[in-house]
């Protein structure tokens, strides 16, 4: 009794201590001379934006990389949930085993997937495909398998069994299984889960470019670079107004889903 009555004062000690161990990892150097002009240079240029770079019909104004933004957001996501599918049920624990050869290895395989970022994977994919936005595709795509995956497969350990059950008592094979109970039960979710990963990668894309992978994010290292803080103020602006409206969006639909 006076064991359990104890054990949270335990893991308050553990907390301090990892909390006094980052900090003192932590080595502070010190603000530079230049700091206070560059931060009011930047909230200059924040509020007063570059308005003529929204549209000049060049392809490379903000209106047309914000789309290519979402374009790649959009198919990496859509690639990822449909092959996070089969990497699910390989991953998915039957019954209440804690460990089971096959779900253990398809957790390690989705672990090992979400280990890489998408900035590490976009670097891989421009040495392999050349820079541009195909490359940013395959890096949200691989790295939203690992993730998807994951959620995909507790999605299917804590379904309803009922339907399952009742056709598998009824006569039925584990194809009419999977497609009459299974599938109809967890998609709910599984759409869920899609559109809020969605939201993730587009601000994953918005900063792939910075390294060439296509995108917004291209523009917005070249204006930090040149110091032109009002191309940095309205890139800013047209993501936040991209993030607000796609999360207003997905949050709206994935209530209707679940």
Do not use: C
């Not at 299984?177 to 894309?205: D, K, M, N």
Request: hydrophobic content about 50%; charged content about 15%; glycine content about 10%.
């Amino acid at each position: 009794m006076s064991v359990k009555r104890y054990k949270w004062l335990f893991w308050l000690v553990i907390v301090v201590i990892i909390y006094i161990w980052g900090i003192t990892g932590v080595h502070f150097t010190g603000i530079k001379d230049s700091a206070g002009e560059v931060s009011q240079s930047i909230i200059s240029g924040i509020f007063h934006p570059d308005w003529a770079y929204v549209y000049d019909g060049s392809g490379e104004d903000l209106i047309s990389l914000i789309f290519q933004t979402l374009a790649m957001a959009f198919l990496g996501t859509f690639i990822s949930a449909i092959l996070s599918v089969p990497f699910a049920f390989w991953a998915a624990r039957n019954g209440k085993k804690r460990w089971h050869v096959r779900s253990t290895s398809g957790k390690l395989v989705l672990t090992l997937i979400r280990t890489f970022p998408e900035i590490v994977l976009a670097i891989m994919f421009i040495k392999a495909v050349g820079p541009g936005s195909f490359a940013g595709v395959l890096a949200v795509s691989i790295h939203s398998i690992g993730m998807l995956g994951k959620l995909f497969s507790e999605s299917i350990e804590n379904m309803d069994l009922g339907p399952s059950e009742a056709i598998m008592s009824s006569g039925g094979n584990r194809a009419q299984t999977l497609v009459f109970a299974t599938l109809p039960t967890v998609l709910p979710e599984f759409l869920s889960y899609t559109l809020y990963r969605f939201e993730i990668a587009v601000r994953s894309a918005s900063i792939l470019g910075m390294v060439g992978a296509g995108g917004i994010g291209t523009p917005l290292l070249f204006a930090i670079q040149t110091r032109t803080w009002s191309r940095v103020g309205i890139i800013l602006l047209g993501i936040i107004i991209t993030v607000t409206l796609i999360d207003y969006v997905s949050g709206t639909l994935r209530k209707r889903l679940v």
